[in-house]
């Protein structure tokens, strides 16, 4: 852990070298941290976005899908992702290693959405239901194409 204290500022700076998913050796730096401990969770943070490695939960890998996806969409277009993402997705994924979800997790989550009710007692829209599963394998086809995951379990 590099978290230094700078004079001038007055705040925690975090500067280290690490290896990017492609085994490339890079630098990087962030300034104004108020405490150390900020500083090197910000760095230990950091490392773990660049590992290319699919056994960190479907919520750590997550924020390398929004980091990955939202610059080149509209900011609209990211509101809808990111409201069924977290709503419908990750609460039942968060925890899971992506390398551990099979097919069956998936038909499992399929068949409680498909028995969700809303107060006046009617299911979610087939287009909805849709919607949702259309982003899970979004983020699934990502994760195999850029992150070496070996298959889509959707």
């Known amino acids: 852990m ?7 500022t007055k705040k925690w700076d975090a500067n280290f070298s690490y290896r990017d998913y492609e085994n490339n050796s890079k630098k990087k730096m962030k300034r104004g ?3 150390k401990e900020e500083a090197e969770a910000w760095e230990t943070e950091y490392k773990e976005l660049c590992k290319k490695d699919m056994s960190k939960t479907f919520g750590k ?5 929004e980091s990955d996806i939202r610059p080149r969409v509209k900011d609209s277009t990211w509101k809808s992702k990111e ?10 994924y968060q ?3 992506m390398n551990s979800i099979k097919p069956l997790d998936i ?7 498909l028995e969700m009710r809303n107060k006046k007692g009617s299911g979610l829209s087939g287009k909805y239901l849709k919607t949702i599963q259309s982003q899970l394998s979004a983020i699934f086809n990502h994760a195999v194409r850029y992150y070496d995951l070996n ?3 959707v």
Do not use: G, M, W
């Open 61 to 65: 890998f997550y924020k390398n899908y």
């Open 95 to 97: 925890d899971k290693p």
């Open 2 to 8: 590099a978290a230094y204290y700078n004079q001038k």
């Open 33 to 35: 941290f108020q405490t």
């Open 107 to 113: 038909l499992k989550r399929q068949n409680e959405l």
């Open 151 to 153: 298959s889509n379990p």
């Open 83 to 92: 409201y069924v993402i977290k709503h419908k997705i990750l609460p039942y």
